[in-house]
């Protein structure tokens, strides 16, 4: 509907009278400005009348203007109503501004309601004359205010553009309009010396009218959310919905100039925030031109262009952010200059309060003066500081993406002078140190103009006094170089202690699960707390530098004003008030400066360090981008070659890796590989993959590649993901892929099939499901070339051979393939086969061809039929044993063990069993309802947890009570009360015992002057030194406290954790949350404490001046804690929204790192490369937003501080001098010149505070981690030779993962009898590895139990039981040390020990011809030495250890099958009487057993010795031998 326009005389009317009053008024304004008679004005009968009148006509004119198209519209809508069908307007929900507008209008008409009653009210009590014009004007103030209100709640509710133009105007207007009404009450209360009740009500009015004036600016009323629905049209809808789907960009992009000033672009997120926790997506994304990707580029053309050097990276870090680094500097020169406008004007405001004014309104010009310098400073010094935090965001952003980036084509040498998680700290130490420099890049040139402005202002009012001063400052920052050199030192030890810490940290997190299984993992706890001893150390001198340095930053002030005041007394600089105030204001600004100073220094040293580091990393040699050749199809009918090639991974090494390396593969070629373990066969496939260092020759593969490395590279995510490996989903090809690798049973056992997320390093995947994930990755990339390196190692005999016949036969048919393996029956179908030995290749041909030859083939070749002459010697032995059954039953170990167990289990346990029966029964049938349910456990890996809400009280009093139960907190906060005291006496004392002029004669003497100031401030710099040390001390034995509170959970956790929960997840707890409870929360907490303290102070001292500084001071106090609650809500989300945004950064880095060579043969650095972009974008954006939103609540902040500055002021001008001294009013607007810093620094110190806790919160919450059962059940300890003989006995043993999961094992019974060679079989997912799990007690049955040498397993501590038994896991692990340290990492073995077990398990010849021998280096993940290598290190420790037990879990899986037969005679040989139980897919590895238990679906289907499971050419086993023998058959066939 139209709004009904006005008739021309209706609108000619109004303005005509306000014409007419402007020209009236203006020309009696004139007249008196000329005169400068604003006094007279004020009390003259004239101007008392004018202002009434002005008000009411101004108010009659408003109202008339707001009524009339009210009314016209409401006549409208009457008249057709019976033609227009009633409409629903939307009414919408108030937002905050909303309610603090309609609050504004109300307490405005209250406010003037109160004086229309109150007037009458003293004309009769009081008896004072009648003044009708008040009366009537505040009638018609009320009237305007009360109509105004409801309009404006009609209009907010119901209105869907902007506020209505009258509204804004009028409050604007009215701004202008009261602000001259308070001037003109100020000239009345100078004249009569009377502060009226008018009066205030003018003051609250202004200020009200300035909220209302900054609204109007806002103009927007579609702020709240609809109440009633409506229809809209469906396209609306999907308009709308289609919008919702585009990300959101942050508003910052395109807010207007008033809201980038204002930060009201925020709003939108901090009222989302305080709706409802924040998640993720609730934050915008950062624009466009502030993205990794965008920023990441502009670095990287630039340093293309100028090198990778320190110098150019500095530029380009400059270059790229350079036009917000030159508005910052402007930006930092006014706050600069504004900061200094106090200090230099107190003087003369003193004089003027004393009468000795220049001009008549000097005091209005000098409150002015005040006003703009502190409007100014706060609001450059806004914007500087978050500009700054977010050019740090972007240049951290390129840094970190170009190390990344570099991660990924590092050469292998480079690789071995980084490790990963030096790389790491390169991304999260190196490149944050230099994006937080962007914080004292201006400090720089900032502090030496400080100074200088400073020695001005000083110079002026003290003359050459002003010297000595400025010499004790420079003594005192000469002073503070050794100590601020001294803690760089302390803080460099530091950080190279942590360094050291997080590497063993992330090393002992990455191999839990060899620690627990070996109980290795106190002695590596105490290994990490002897290492955060070394630490603790250098933070303890690095705590002591910090006391001696906050000690000079607060003494400064004290000492350098006693030597100022005392030259001044010295050589006669008279003294006065003026001259006190100043150079006091002035000592305060220039602390910081004198304290920053050194820390500047520091800061740049270190961020030369971190530029040095970077440069160096960028600078590392590369992958040989000739390394490899690519040709085109068309070009050639090769699909490889490579032509006399000389490759080493250590090119300075006098011998090389490969050598003399000619091989030819024709397009579609299968090529096999085989040699013994350290022969070089995965070498020669990082020759074609570019991976290793080319000496000589050439390499020129024609097609794509696809790579599946020895051991298993897994993404932490999806297994539909690591399949696809960033290729399009296709169900036909992805299905046939599955069926290929037989993987789709092992789909139907995880919880959500292939949206199952695995875990870091895939831990939840056994070893053959992480291999035939990897082989169904290559398989759908559908590659021309696929290099696979043994991928049938960790797999059984029946799904090696399906994933040979299915995968390199059928679908690879006609691709060429290149495959390493140590099992001799997958050769014969090779077209092409390639024998290595020490880096040659010693023999090619096909097999016939070779195995004519008397050479190293020959020897695989008959290592495989020796193994397999075993097997067929069991077979053939089956009638023999067939006809000794018939005879008798045999007492030997064919006895079936089930009928024993069977009868053990009626005697023991026959009233339990029943019970359990029937729960297994029921579990049986309800299973699967359940997870039909949704009942089943969720993914394994979920989201980081993260705390909603306040951070609770509790954990602020765990970490103050963590030092000594909180005793030194009643101490620290007196130490800093008597401080601020003795501080606020000392300069009481300096403005009382000073005159006003220089001829006034002062109370006191000029030595009495001296020497009480003197006492007074050593005694407060005492309090400081005593405060300091105190709060050192408690931050120092909290951080310990939490420290080993934390890190001992996180030891006695159970694997179930460490499965679900990534690695960088505990990092970013043990490095980011435990940085800052060591060098930030304590003295935060100190701040906090103190900042309340001083602020106390600051008002007590204005309150002096004048108590009605409290009528605005309490509420805008209130304002203040009403801002920081609201900021905190969103605040406190983003912070913990940034600890959880890192954590996958981290990851993806680490990742990405360890799977280089998987990524780069994929070609698939591109996409990474993204991905990691979109992360930085990700931990960006709740950064940006964060540092936004402080921003935010500090400008509102400083606004508010400034009114309460500005009344107080005003107050001081209007109060005359027989009311309060005007030294004591000066020293009351010296001290409120910091009112707004120190009011802004305490909300932004209690906002940090609660923020940073979280870190506390989150080592609080890995203090609380469920535990293993207990190490050591001191009244239940086995004797010192348990187990003696190693009977294991398996009676009714039920395990499930998960309360709601099935079953794995369904109440399995066997006996593992002492002394006997035990071999476990069965597929994949049937429990093998889960019993071998409960066994060590990382999983505890739900049913059943386990009892060795007549001691149940569950009775005793895990140490006693892990340390009596040994273990050979499936994936090897070594640690970054020497050989030494890895055969023996407790040292309680000697040399001669350690030689002997390195001979038996086939390393003493290789160890011996490294120089430094047992000392001989091994890198990190010992990725220097072959995965067949590992392994035998991994037999070495058992063999040291001879324990009566020892356990194989596919021991010799990546060993050729020479080396198994040399390891499995070792092992009869040196473990002959002890009980050993092999998991193996190797059949030949388990024949030789005395007992093989067949496993399949959780139970015992088979139990009993080879022999006798042969007889029934139908059991299980003898199915597999039988797949195995058939396979192996096809080699002698051939």
């Given at each position: 509907?139209?709004?009904?326009?006005?008739?021309?005389?209706?609108?000619?009317?109004?303005?005509?009278?306000?014409?007419?009053?402007?020209?009236?008024?203006?020309?009696?304004?004139?007249?008196?400005?000329?005169?400068?008679?604003?006094?007279?004005?004020?009390?003259?009968?004239?101007?008392?009348?004018?202002?009434?009148?002005?008000?009411?006509?101004?108010?009659?004119?408003?109202?008339?203007?707001?009524?009339?198209?009210?009314?016209?519209?409401?006549?409208?809508?009457?008249?057709?109503?019976?033609?227009?069908?009633?409409?629903?307007?939307?009414?919408?929900?108030?937002?905050?501004?909303?309610?603090?507008?309609?609050?504004?209008?109300?307490?405005?008409?209250?406010?003037?309601?109160?004086?229309?009653?109150?007037?009458?009210?003293?004309?009769?009590?009081?008896?004072?004359?009648?003044?009708?014009?008040?009366?009537?004007?505040?009638?018609?103030?009320?009237?305007?205010?009360?109509?105004?209100?409801?309009?404006?709640?009609?209009?907010?509710?119901?209105?869907?553009?902007?506020?209505?133009?009258?509204?804004?105007?009028?409050?604007?207007?009215?701004?202008?309009?009261?602000?001259?009404?308070?001037?003109?009450?100020?000239?009345?209360?100078?004249?009569?010396?009377?502060?009226?009740?008018?009066?205030?009500?003018?003051?609250?009015?202004?200020?009200?009218?300035?909220?209302?004036?900054?609204?109007?600016?806002?103009?927007?009323?579609?702020?709240?959310?609809?109440?009633?629905?409506?229809?809209?049209?469906?396209?609306?809808?999907?308009?709308?919905?289609?919008?919702?789907?585009?990300?959101?960009?942050?508003?910052?992009?395109?807010?207007?100039?008033?809201?980038?000033?204002?930060?009201?672009?925020?709003?939108?997120?901090?009222?989302?925030?305080?709706?409802?926790?924040?998640?993720?997506?609730?934050?915008?994304?950062?624009?466009?031109?502030?993205?990794?990707?965008?920023?990441?580029?502009?670095?990287?053309?630039?340093?293309?262009?100028?090198?990778?050097?320190?110098?150019?990276?500095?530029?380009?870090?400059?270059?790229?952010?350079?036009?917000?680094?030159?508005?910052?500097?402007?930006?930092?020169?006014?706050?600069?200059?504004?900061?200094?406008?106090?200090?230099?004007?107190?003087?003369?405001?003193?004089?003027?309060?004393?009468?000795?004014?220049?001009?008549?309104?000097?005091?209005?010009?000098?409150?002015?003066?005040?006003?703009?310098?502190?409007?100014?400073?706060?609001?450059?010094?806004?914007?500087?500081?978050?500009?700054?935090?977010?050019?740090?965001?972007?240049?951290?952003?390129?840094?970190?993406?170009?190390?990344?980036?570099?991660?990924?084509?590092?050469?292998?040498?480079?690789?071995?002078?980084?490790?990963?998680?030096?790389?790491?700290?390169?991304?999260?130490?190196?490149?944050?140190?230099?994006?937080?420099?962007?914080?004292?890049?201006?400090?720089?040139?900032?502090?030496?103009?400080?100074?200088?402005?400073?020695?001005?202002?000083?110079?002026?009012?003290?003359?050459?006094?002003?010297?000595?001063?400025?010499?004790?400052?420079?003594?005192?920052?000469?002073?503070?170089?050794?100590?601020?050199?001294?803690?760089?030192?302390?803080?460099?030890?530091?950080?190279?202690?942590?360094?050291?810490?997080?590497?063993?940290?992330?090393?002992?997190?990455?191999?839990?699960?060899?620690?627990?299984?070996?109980?290795?993992?106190?002695?590596?706890?105490?290994?990490?707390?002897?290492?955060?001893?070394?630490?603790?150390?250098?933070?303890?001198?690095?705590?002591?530098?910090?006391?001696?340095?906050?000690?000079?930053?607060?003494?400064?002030?004290?000492?350098?004003?006693?030597?100022?005041?005392?030259?001044?007394?010295?050589?006669?600089?008279?003294?006065?008030?003026?001259?006190?105030?100043?150079?006091?204001?002035?000592?305060?600004?220039?602390?910081?400066?004198?304290?920053?100073?050194?820390?500047?220094?520091?800061?740049?040293?270190?961020?030369?360090?971190?530029?040095?580091?970077?440069?160096?990393?960028?600078?590392?040699?590369?992958?040989?981008?000739?390394?490899?050749?690519?040709?085109?199809?068309?070009?050639?009918?090769?699909?490889?070659?490579?032509?006399?090639?000389?490759?080493?991974?250590?090119?300075?090494?006098?011998?090389?890796?490969?050598?003399?390396?000619?091989?030819?593969?024709?397009?579609?070629?299968?090529?096999?590989?085989?040699?013994?373990?350290?022969?070089?066969?995965?070498?020669?496939?990082?020759?074609?993959?570019?991976?290793?260092?080319?000496?000589?020759?050439?390499?020129?593969?024609?097609?794509?590649?696809?790579?599946?490395?020895?051991?298993?590279?897994?993404?932490?995510?999806?297994?539909?993901?690591?399949?696809?490996?960033?290729?399009?989903?296709?169900?036909?090809?992805?299905?046939?892929?599955?069926?290929?690798?037989?993987?789709?049973?092992?789909?139907?056992?995880?919880?959500?099939?292939?949206?199952?997320?695995?875990?870091?390093?895939?831990?939840?995947?056994?070893?053959?499901?992480?291999?035939?994930?990897?082989?169904?990755?290559?398989?759908?990339?559908?590659?021309?070339?696929?290099?696979?390196?043994?991928?049938?190692?960790?797999?059984?005999?029946?799904?090696?051979?399906?994933?040979?016949?299915?995968?390199?036969?059928?679908?690879?048919?006609?691709?060429?393939?290149?495959?390493?393996?140590?099992?001799?029956?997958?050769?014969?179908?090779?077209?092409?086969?390639?024998?290595?030995?020490?880096?040659?290749?010693?023999?090619?041909?096909?097999?016939?061809?070779?195995?004519?030859?008397?050479?190293?083939?020959?020897?695989?070749?008959?290592?495989?039929?020796?193994?397999?002459?075993?097997?067929?010697?069991?077979?053939?032995?089956?009638?023999?044993?067939?006809?000794?059954?018939?005879?008798?039953?045999?007492?030997?170990?064919?006895?079936?063990?089930?009928?024993?167990?069977?009868?053990?289990?009626?005697?023991?346990?026959?009233?339990?069993?029943?019970?359990?029966?029937?729960?297994?029964?029921?579990?049986?049938?309800?299973?699967?309802?359940?997870?039909?349910?949704?009942?089943?456990?969720?993914?394994?890996?979920?989201?980081?947890?993260?705390?909603?809400?306040?951070?609770?009280?509790?954990?602020?009093?765990?970490?103050?009570?963590?030092?000594?139960?909180?005793?030194?907190?009643?101490?620290?906060?007196?130490?800093?009360t008597t401080f601020q005291l003795l501080d606020i006496s000392s300069s009481?004392?300096?403005?009382?015992?000073?005159?006003?002029?220089?001829?006034?004669?002062?109370?006191?003497?000029?030595?009495?002057?001296?020497?009480?100031?003197?006492?007074?401030?050593?005694?407060?710099?005492?309090?400081?030194?005593?405060?300091?040390?105190?709060?050192?001390?408690?931050?120092?034995?909290?951080?310990?406290?939490?420290?080993?509170?934390?890190?001992?959970?996180?030891?006695?956790?159970?694997?179930?954790?460490?499965?679900?929960?990534?690695?960088?997840?505990?990092?970013?707890?043990?490095?980011?949350?435990?940085?800052?409870?060591?060098?930030?929360?304590?003295?935060?907490?100190?701040?906090?404490?103190?900042?309340?303290?001083?602020?106390?102070?600051?008002?007590?001292?204005?309150?002096?001046?004048?108590?009605?500084?409290?009528?605005?001071?309490?509420?805008?106090?209130?304002?203040?804690?009403?801002?920081?609650?609201?900021?905190?809500?969103?605040?406190?989300?983003?912070?913990?929204?940034?600890?959880?945004?890192?954590?996958?950064?981290?990851?993806?880095?680490?990742?990405?790192?360890?799977?280089?060579?998987?990524?780069?043969?994929?070609?698939?650095?591109?996409?990474?490369?993204?991905?990691?972009?979109?992360?930085?974008?990700?931990?960006?954006?709740?950064?940006?937003?964060?540092?936004?939103?402080?921003?935010?609540?500090?400008?509102?902040?400083?606004?508010?501080?400034?009114?309460?500055?500005?009344?107080?002021?005003?107050?001081?001008?209007?109060?005359?001098?027989?009311?309060?001294?005007?030294?004591?009013?000066?020293?009351?607007?010296?001290?409120?010149?910091?009112?707004?810093?120190?009011?802004?620094?305490?909300?932004?110190?209690?906002?940090?505070?609660?923020?940073?806790?979280?870190?506390?919160?989150?080592?609080?919450?890995?203090?609380?981690?469920?535990?293993?059962?207990?190490?050591?059940?001191?009244?239940?300890?086995?004797?010192?030779?348990?187990?003696?003989?190693?009977?294991?006995?398996?009676?009714?043993?039920?395990?499930?993962?998960?309360p709601h999961l099935p079953l794995v094992l369904k109440g399995i019974s066997?006996?593992?009898?002492?002394?006997?060679?035990?071999?476990?079989?069965?597929?994949?997912?049937?429990?093998?590895?889960?019993?071998?799990?409960?066994?060590?007690?990382?999983?505890?049955?739900?049913?059943?139990?386990?009892?060795?040498?007549?001691?149940?397993?569950?009775?005793?501590?895990?140490?006693?039981?892990?340390?009596?038994?040994?273990?050979?896991?499936?994936?090897?692990t070594m640690f970054e040390g020497t050989i030494r340290n890895n055969l023996?990492?407790?040292?309680?073995?000697?040399?001669?020990?350690?030689?002997?077990?390195?001979?038996?398990?086939?390393?003493?010849?290789?160890?011996?011809?490294?120089?430094?021998?047992?000392?001989?280096?091994?890198?990190?993940?010992?990725?220097?030495?072959?995965?067949?290598?590992?392994?035998?290190?991994?037999?070495?420790?058992?063999?040291?250890?001879?324990?009566?037990?020892?356990?194989?879990?596919?021991?010799?899986?990546?060993?050729?099958?020479?080396?198994?037969?040399?390891?499995?005679?070792?092992?009869?040989?040196?473990?002959?009487?002890?009980?050993?139980?092999?998991?193996?897919?190797?059949?030949?590895?388990?024949?030789?057993?005395?007992?093989?238990?067949?496993?399949?679906?959780?139970?015992?289907?088979?139990?009993?010795?080879?022999?006798?499971?042969?007889?029934?050419?139908?059991?299980?086993?003898?199915?597999?031998?039988?797949?195995?023998?058939?396979?192996?058959?096809?080699?002698?066939?051939?």
């Amino acid at each position: 509907m139209p709004i009904p326009q006005t008739s021309t005389e209706d609108q000619l009317m109004p303005i005509a009278a306000m014409k007419l009053m402007e020209s009236i008024w203006a020309t009696q304004l004139m007249r008196l400005v000329g005169d400068r008679k604003w006094g007279e004005f004020a009390d003259s009968v004239f101007g008392v009348y004018m202002r009434h009148a002005l008000a009411i006509v101004l108010h009659f004119v408003f109202v008339i203007c707001l009524i009339l198209p009210f009314f016209w519209r409401i006549c409208t809508r009457r008249s057709e109503s019976s033609v227009l069908k009633p409409t629903h307007s939307r009414k919408l929900q108030l937002g905050v501004m909303h309610k603090l507008v309609l609050l504004s209008c109300i307490s405005l008409t209250v406010l003037y309601a109160s004086l229309g009653i109150w007037s009458p009210l003293c004309w009769w009590l009081k008896e004072i004359p009648k003044d009708f014009g008040a009366e009537g004007e505040y009638v018609f103030q009320t009237m305007a205010w009360a109509i105004m209100s409801g309009y404006a709640y009609y209009s907010l509710t119901r209105s869907k553009e902007n506020l209505p133009f009258l509204l804004r105007m009028w409050w604007i207007l009215s701004l202008s309009l009261y602000a001259f009404f308070l001037f003109l009450n100020i000239q009345e209360i100078k004249q009569q010396k009377h502060f009226s009740l008018s009066s205030l009500v003018e003051i609250l009015a202004l200020f009200l009218s300035a909220f209302l004036s900054y609204a109007s600016f806002c103009g927007k009323t579609c702020e709240g959310s609809s109440t009633e629905s409506i229809e809209e049209p469906l396209l609306n809808n999907i308009q709308e919905n289609s919008e919702n789907l585009k990300p959101k960009v942050t508003p910052y992009a395109t807010a207007s100039f008033l809201s980038r000033m204002s930060f009201s672009w925020m709003k939108p997120l901090l009222d989302a925030g305080h709706r409802k926790p924040l998640g993720i997506d609730d934050v915008p994304q950062v624009a466009d031109t502030h993205k990794a990707d965008y920023i990441y580029h502009k670095f990287r053309n630039q340093l293309d262009a100028k090198g990778n050097g320190t110098l150019s990276i500095a530029k380009m870090a400059i270059v790229i952010v350079q036009k917000d680094i030159l508005f910052t500097a402007f930006l930092a020169l006014m706050t600069s200059c504004s900061s200094y406008v106090g200090p230099y004007f107190i003087d003369n405001f003193v004089q003027c309060l004393a009468d000795k004014k220049q001009f008549a309104s000097e005091g209005i010009v000098l409150a002015c003066a005040f006003l703009l310098a502190k409007a100014v400073e706060s609001l450059s010094q806004r914007h500087w500081f978050f500009i700054t935090v977010h050019l740090g965001v972007r240049v951290k952003a390129a840094l970190t993406a170009a190390i990344y980036k570099k991660g990924l084509v590092l050469s292998s040498q480079s690789r071995q002078k980084h490790t990963s998680g030096e790389i790491v700290n390169y991304m999260s130490v190196d490149a944050n140190r230099i994006g937080d420099f962007s914080w004292y890049l201006h400090d720089i040139w900032t502090s030496p103009l400080q100074v200088l402005l400073a020695l001005g202002i000083l110079y002026q009012n003290l003359g050459l006094a002003s010297l000595a001063g400025m010499a004790t400052m420079a003594l005192i920052m000469m002073a503070n170089f050794p100590l601020g050199k001294m803690q760089k030192n302390y803080n460099e030890k530091l950080m190279k202690a942590k360094d050291g810490r997080m590497k063993a940290t992330s090393e002992i997190l990455r191999n839990m699960k060899i620690l627990k299984l070996q109980a290795w993992e106190t002695r590596f706890l105490q290994k990490l707390e002897t290492l955060r001893k070394k630490e603790s150390n250098w933070l303890k001198k690095y705590f002591y530098g910090y006391a001696g340095l906050s000690f000079f930053f607060w003494g400064t002030p004290a000492l350098v004003s006693v030597v100022t005041f005392g030259t001044c007394t010295m050589i006669g600089v008279p003294l006065t008030t003026g001259r006190i105030l100043s150079a006091l204001a002035t000592f305060k600004i220039l602390q910081e400066p004198i304290y920053s100073l050194p820390d500047l220094i520091s800061m740049i040293a270190q961020t030369k360090v971190s530029l040095d580091r970077i440069a160096d990393f960028l600078q590392e040699e590369e992958l040989q981008p000739d390394a490899v050749k690519q040709i085109s199809n068309d070009l050639t009918e090769m699909a490889i070659e490579i032509q006399e090639g000389v490759f080493s991974w250590d090119p300075t090494a006098p011998s090389s890796t490969i050598r003399g390396l000619d091989v030819q593969v024709k397009r579609g070629m299968r090529v096999a590989v085989c040699g013994t373990v350290g022969s070089g066969k995965s070498s020669l496939l990082s020759c074609i993959i570019g991976e290793i260092p080319k000496i000589s020759g050439s390499v020129k593969i024609s097609g794509t590649k696809a790579y599946v490395s020895q051991s298993p590279w897994i993404q932490s995510g999806k297994i539909r993901d690591n399949i696809l490996f960033g290729r399009e989903w296709d169900k036909t090809r992805y299905e046939s892929v599955l069926q290929a690798c037989a993987f789709e049973k092992d789909l139907e056992l995880f919880p959500y099939g292939d949206q199952t997320k695995i875990g870091e390093r895939g831990i939840n995947l056994s070893g053959g499901q992480k291999q035939r994930i990897q082989i169904a990755r290559a398989l759908y990339q559908d590659a021309d070339i696929n290099l696979f390196d043994d991928p049938f190692s960790a797999v059984d005999a029946h799904t090696g051979t399906h994933i040979f016949q299915e995968c390199l036969l059928r679908i690879l048919g006609s691709k060429t393939v290149i495959y390493v393996t140590h099992q001799v029956e997958f050769l014969y179908r090779a077209d092409l086969i390639l024998v290595m030995r020490d880096g040659e290749i010693t023999q090619a041909g096909k097999y016939d061809d070779i195995l004519q030859e008397s050479t190293d083939f020959e020897e695989l070749v008959g290592a495989h039929q020796k193994a397999l002459k075993s097997v067929n010697a069991m077979e053939n032995s089956e009638n023999l044993s067939s006809q000794a059954l018939d005879e008798g039953p045999s007492t030997g170990n064919t006895t079936n063990v089930k009928d024993v167990d069977r009868q053990k289990l009626q005697k023991q346990d026959s009233s339990q069993k029943s019970k359990e029966v029937e729960e297994d029964l029921e579990s049986k049938t309800n299973g699967e309802k359940e997870i039909d349910k949704g009942v089943k456990s969720s993914q394994l890996v979920q989201e980081e947890e993260r705390e909603k809400g306040r951070v609770s009280l509790w954990v602020y009093w765990s970490y103050i009570t963590a030092a000594y139960r909180g005793a030194l907190i009643p101490i620290i906060l007196l130490a800093h009360t008597t401080f601020q005291l003795l501080d606020i006496s000392s300069s009481y004392w300096m403005a009382w015992a000073t005159p006003l002029t220089e001829d006034q004669k002062p109370p006191v003497s000029k030595s009495s002057l001296i020497l009480v100031y003197m006492a007074l401030a050593l005694c407060s710099a005492l309090c400081i030194l005593v405060r300091t040390i105190f709060i050192c001390l408690s931050g120092f034995k909290s951080a310990q406290q939490l420290f080993s509170n934390m890190h001992s959970c996180i030891f006695r956790a159970p694997m179930s954790f460490f499965d679900a929960t990534p690695t960088g997840r505990i990092l970013n707890r043990v490095s980011t949350d435990q940085s800052k409870v060591d060098q930030i929360i304590p003295f935060q907490l100190g701040g906090l404490a103190f900042s309340i303290i001083q602020l106390l102070g600051i008002v007590a001292v204005m309150s002096q001046v004048a108590w009605q500084v409290f009528i605005v001071f309490i509420p805008v106090l209130a304002i203040c804690i009403w801002y920081q609650q609201y900021y905190i809500v969103t605040s406190r989300e983003l912070a913990r929204l940034i600890g959880v945004c890192k954590a996958p950064v981290i990851q993806h880095f680490a990742e990405s790192i360890s799977g280089a060579a998987t990524i780069r043969s994929f070609d698939q650095e591109s996409r990474f490369m993204n991905t990691n972009l979109q992360l930085i974008d990700g931990f960006s954006r709740p950064s940006f937003h964060n540092a936004a939103a402080m921003q935010w609540l500090c400008f509102r902040i400083d606004i508010l501080s400034n009114l309460v500055f500005v009344f107080s002021m005003v107050l001081v001008l209007c109060l005359p001098e027989s009311i309060i001294s005007p030294s004591i009013a000066g020293l009351g607007i010296t001290y409120g010149l910091n009112l707004n810093l120190t009011q802004a620094w305490l909300i932004w110190t209690l906002c940090n505070v609660e923020n940073n806790m979280i870190s506390v919160e989150r080592m609080v919450q890995y203090s609380r981690i469920p535990s293993e059962p207990p190490l050591v059940i001191e009244n239940s300890r086995p004797s010192s030779c348990w187990p003696s003989n190693g009977t294991i006995d398996i009676i009714d043993l039920r395990v499930r993962y998960g309360p709601h999961l099935p079953l794995v094992l369904k109440g399995i019974s066997c006996t593992f009898p002492g002394g006997n060679k035990v071999g476990i079989v069965g597929r994949t997912g049937c429990g093998k590895s889960t019993l071998i799990q409960t066994l060590f007690r990382v999983i505890d049955p739900v049913g059943g139990r386990i009892v060795i040498d007549g001691i149940d397993i569950l009775t005793i501590g895990l140490h006693d039981l892990r340390s009596r038994i040994s273990i050979i896991p499936q994936d090897p692990t070594m640690f970054e040390g020497t050989i030494r340290n890895n055969l023996d990492p407790l040292g309680d073995y000697s040399d001669d020990e350690i030689w002997k077990a390195l001979e038996k398990c086939e390393l003493g010849e290789v160890v011996r011809e490294k120089e430094e021998k047992l000392d001989s280096l091994v890198s990190e993940n010992g990725e220097n030495w072959s995965v067949g290598q590992r392994q035998l290190v991994c037999l070495g420790r058992v063999l040291l250890k001879q324990s009566r037990i020892l356990v194989l879990d596919e021991a010799t899986a990546s060993v050729d099958t020479a080396t198994d037969g040399l390891i499995q005679q070792t092992i009869r040989n040196q473990f002959r009487d002890c009980t050993v139980i092999t998991i193996a897919h190797r059949i030949p590895s388990v024949c030789d057993s005395d007992l093989v238990l067949v496993l399949s679906d959780g139970n015992v289907v088979e139990y009993d010795s080879p022999t006798k499971l042969l007889e029934n050419k139908s059991s299980s086993f003898a199915k597999l031998v039988s797949e195995y023998t058939l396979r192996a058959t096809n080699v002698e066939e051939k």
